[in-house]
């Protein structure tokens, strides 16, 4: 990646893949990106949500919970505004009425940030890449950037 710093909002699953007792590569290249200021990283307050259910599920809960605080350190969390409100109740209503659901977290998180105008770097690019006018990549794409 360049010296030129890029903005993305990154999904639930890239930030796991960092977090895992056997961390991803590219996951961690990612994150490296975001510490040394070559990539601004952004996650949703939906993601934030799904990280502490995940934290407060699992065998050591008070560690997992401040694993995800730390993050918070280096990647701002987007809100889940009125704005994003509207922009996942027109995407859901177009994907419903062409048979074509998409879950309600990933419908979200795909709003806010539509919202933020920033690419969603994502794992699961099926999930999202329904959503009306999300710009959607894979976190080996952001990479290659």
Do not use: W
């Not at 505004?81 to 074509?100: R, T």
Request: aromatic share 6%.
């Amino acid at each position: 990646m360049e010296d030129l710093e890029v903005e993305v909002v990154l999904d639930t699953d890239v930030i796991i893949n960092y977090l895992k007792k056997r961390p991803d590569p590219v996951a961690t290249q990612i994150f490296h990106d975001v510490k040394e200021g070559r990539l601004a990283a952004h996650m949703t307050s939906i993601t934030a949500f799904e990280l502490y259910r995940g934290a407060r599920l699992s065998p050591n809960p008070e560690r997992r919970i401040e694993e995800v605080r730390a993050l918070q350190g280096y990647i701002s969390v987007l809100p889940f505004d009125e704005v994003a409100a509207y922009v996942a109740s027109e995407a859901c209503v177009i994907l419903e009425k062409l048979g074509e659901p998409v879950e309600m977290r990933d419908l979200f998180i795909g709003a806010s940030a539509k919202v933020a105008g920033f690419p969603l770097t994502t794992g699961n690019v099926t999930h999202f890449q329904k959503i009306p006018g999300l710009s959607v990549i894979t976190p080996q794409d952001l990479l290659r950037g």
